[in-house]
Nanobody, 115 residues
Framework: QVRLVESGGGLVQPGGSLRLTCAAS????????MSWYRQIPGKERELVAT????????DYADSVKGRFTISRDNAIMTVYLQMNSLIPEDTAVYYC????????WGQGTQVTVSS
């Protein structure tokens, strides 16, 4: 079955960096775009970035442009989100998503940016 497992979250100081990883399995990875979303409690889930099946990053949220980079390694069925220059407003649970019908979500990984 389809499985998405995120890792790499944690506590980081403002200005720091984290790299999130999403390990995918159970579907033809190279046939699908992949996305990262984030959610703050009490708010709607927000699209952070998407990478196409052709390995083209797209759909960066305005709030993360120039700071975050999405990438994928098709050989190991993994999607990454490199997050630099983190600010407290980036604090959220980050989710990996496989778009489609149906869509699939990982369990999420908490990112906390605080001094």
């Amino acid at each position: 079955q389809v499985r998405l497992v995120e890792s790499g979250g944690g506590l980081v100081q403002p200005g720091g960096s984290l790299r999130l990883t999403c390990a995918a399995s159970g579907f033809p990875f190279t046939a699908y775009p992949m996305s990262w979303y984030r959610q703050i409690p009490g708010k709607e889930r927000e699209l952070v970035a998407t990478i196409t099946a052709e390995d083209i990053p797209t759909d960066y949220a305005d709030s993360v442009k120039g700071r975050f980079t999405i990438s994928r390694d098709n050989a190991i069925m993994t999607v990454y989100l490199q997050m630099n220059s983190l600010i407290p407003e980036d604090t959220a649970v980050y989710y990996c998503q496989r778009p489609g019908w149906p869509e699939y979500w990982g369990q999420g990984t908490q990112v906390t940016v605080s001094s």
